[in-house]
Nanobody, 120 residues
């Protein structure tokens, strides 16, 4: 299986920046894509950003131009650089990995979540 460990959450003032990290371990081969989701209290979990094994990226409209997803292949780590943070960005952020094995079986893996709070 794949294990995901997240770090980098915390408290930041509006307009500030944070960088989230997600390190993958275990059976990390055949991971097709990784992404960041977030969930605020009383709201559904939503996709924030994703990056494929080929390097293609997708962003939610609400974060486009402010957030950047990237990867470090040598460290098996995905990052989310968050700039110009707003109070509405406050949520628990989850790392996700999507894996397709050679036999066609598909698997989803999730990190434990890290709290991001944007407040004065």
């Amino acid at each position: 299986q794949v294990q995901l460990v997240e770090s980098g959450g915390g408290l930041v003032q509006p307009g500030g920046s944070l960088r989230l990290s997600c390190a993958a371990s275990g059976s990390i081969f055949s991971i097709n894509a990784m992404g960041w989701y977030r969930q605020a209290p009383g709201k559904q979990r939503e996709l924030v950003a994703a990056i494929t094994s080929g390097g293609s990226t997708n962003y939610a409209d609400s974060v486009k131009g402010r957030f950047t997803i990237s990867r470090d292949n040598a460290k098996n780590t995905v990052y989310l650089q968050m700039n110009s943070l707003k109070p509405e960005d406050t949520a628990v952020y989850y790392c996700n990995a999507f894996q397709v094995l050679s036999n066609g079986n598909e698997y989803d893996y999730w990190g434990q979540g890290t709290q991001v709070t944007v407040s004065s």
